[in-house]
């Protein structure tokens, strides 16, 4: 049982935002350094398609991303029927859904598994909040982009927030056997293991 939380994995990627700006290091630098180990890594260009296969298109999903557009427009005030012709946070989810796919594929992507203690949730910390100009400071969302919802979504494109981690243990499972084969993915012992953990 404890075995399985000191060696869950969870999967990040530098988004090209993230690439461009020459922030692979920092986040590989921030991830290492609260003693969670890298065990694949690699970077490449994404496709649509890869994209599509990424961000499921459950209602459940759609209703997560939408709901965070709803909640942004109520917070500011914006009218989201005559901004986007619903309020329907499934239409919603799905508007953005469109716009994560030019993003994504608009730069090289660094993907890694990390994998550690409470790992998902570790790095979900370290990412913090979706929308960077809600996110802490501490966080790398919150240090590196200062993009909103809002001006975002109402410029129709998707938030650049730098970097994506999974949501939970069955996402993350699921995103690295989507873009890892199981003999990229490597194990090993990080020296710290013995006295940290
Ligand atoms: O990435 P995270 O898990 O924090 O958020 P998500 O709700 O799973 O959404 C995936 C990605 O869609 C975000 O990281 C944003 O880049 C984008 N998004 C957006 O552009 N506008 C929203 N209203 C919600 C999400
Ligand atoms: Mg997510």
Redesign the pocket.
Known sequence: MFKKLKEERTLVMV?PDGVKRGLVGEIVKRIEQRGLKLIALEMFQATKEDIEKH?STSEE?LK??????VS?CEKYNIDMIKEFGTSDPVK??AL??S??GE?LTSGPMVKMVVQGILAVEMV?KL?G???PAQAEMGTIRGDFSVDS?II??TQR?????V?????NVAEAEFEIGLWFKSDEIHSYKRAEEEIMF
């Open positions: 988004k961000y999903n997560n991303m939408g709901g965070k557009l942004t919603l989810g953005v859904h716009w994560l993003y979900r990412a909040n979706t929308m919802g975002a979504n494109r998707a938030v650049r927030n970097v994506h981690a999974s949501g």
